[in-house]
């Protein structure tokens, strides 16, 4: 099992809102969109291979009341350190929701 992070924060704002608000944050932090189901409040976003790292894969889950949840997983399974990779994406993706003003 890959390597992953995930957290749970709210938000005061309607779930179209924020739906529109996690996908401006994965694409301003080099993430690129792999599935949106806007009725269950579903994201799935990848980001690439580079140099320091193989990739992960982003799911962002919204419910009704406003809760995000963002887990960042690392793309190669047999992936066991992340060096704290996955805890500063899940960081800086609630960051740029939390400046983002729709």
């Known amino acids: 099992m890959a390597v992953n992070h ?3 924060r709210n938000f005061t704002a309607d779930k179209e809102k924020l ?3 996690a996908k401006l944050a994965m694409f301003s932090n ?3 969109l ?6 269950s409040g579903f994201i799935i976003g990848k980001s690439g291979f580079s ?5 992960e894969n982003l799911h ?3 419910d009704d009341k406003g809760n995000v949840t963002i887990k960042s997983e690392s793309a190669m399974p047999t992936q066991l350190i992340d060096w704290g990779r996955n805890k500063k ?4 993706i609630f960051a740029s929701m939390a400046t983002l003003r729709v």
Do not use: A, Q
Request: no cysteine; hydrophobic share 40%; aromatic share 22%.
């Open 60 to 62: 962002i889950t919204i």
């Open 30 to 32: 080099g993430f690129e």
């Open 6 to 8: 995930f957290e749970t």
């Open 89 to 92: 994406i899940v960081h800086k």
């Open 19 to 21: 739906m529109y608000n």
């Open 34 to 39: 792999k599935y949106e189901d806007i009725k």
């Open 51 to 55: 140099l320091f790292s193989w990739g």
